[in-house]
């Protein structure tokens, strides 16, 4: 079955472009013109991945990523002719999990896209991660801490997995963007300190230790057992 992309901008041409260019790709495709059409399409359709424009009339996109990631774990990825860090922090922030800035390569898009559906890289026959306090399931994308369920983004999710195949091992900024990103994102530090920051007040809980250590300058060290917040 093909996967799903719903394409929410207000400019036609945007639409049209990405539509004709994804169905080529043998997605699956549909369009929307703001977001509140949008918030109808996924609740009968459930998308695979969500591309979203951030300045449209009424509902803006960052008020998509919000609504969506309350109830949803769904990729997002933003296009934008904003290209502040202080934009993409926000639209990270809000519960996207990518940032490509207007006017766009549609190769690198598309190759964005296959990263996002993409999700984990499979290691056939993989167990569960069982280190210090977490239970990192692969194949099931579940995190367990002292036994208590964390549910994740799909990129927070890639990210703790890559940091748990690594744990004590200090990796590099460029490493994690690489790994879970992909090469295209190498520049784009501002992602690491949003996700780092979303999934440190995840794993916390009530034990309130901290599991990823910054190392500054370089990158962050995944700590299975904690150390003292």
Not at 146 to 162: D, M, Q, S, W
Not at 196 to 208: A, D, F, H, M, T
């Amino acid at each position: 079955m093909a996967e799903r992309i719903l394409v929410v901008d207000d400019e036609a041409q945007i639409t049209r472009v990405l539509r004709a260019s994804l169905s080529a790709q043998r997605y699956d495709v549909r369009t929307a013109n703001d977001p509140e059409e949008a918030l109808r399409v996924i609740q009968e359709w459930q998308p695979d991945l969500i591309i979203t424009d951030l300045m449209m009339p009424g509902m803006t996109g960052i008020d998509l990523c919000r609504t969506v990631r309350r109830a949803s774990r769904t990729p997002i990825l933003v296009l934008s002719v904003r290209d502040q860090e202080r934009s993409k922090v926000e639209a990270l922030d809000a519960g996207a999990d990518d940032y490509v800035t207007k006017p766009f390569s549609i190769q690198e898009l598309l190759a964005r896209v296959r990263a996002h559906l993409r999700r984990t890289p499979e290691r056939p026959g993989e167990a569960p991660i069982e280190i210090g306090d977490f239970v990192v399931d692969p194949a099931a994308h579940t995190v367990t801490i002292c036994g208590r369920i964390v549910h994740l983004t799909p990129k927070e999710f890639e990210l703790l997995l890559h940091l748990a195949r690594n744990a004590g091992k200090v990796l590099t900024h460029r490493a994690l963007l690489t790994a879970v990103w992909g090469a295209q994102s190498a520049q784009q530090p501002e992602y690491l300190r949003v996700f780092i920051g979303q999934l440190r007040k995840k794993l916390q809980g009530e034990r309130r230790r901290e599991y990823i250590q910054t190392e500054p300058w370089v990158g962050y060290r995944f700590l299975p057992e904690g150390s003292p917040d």
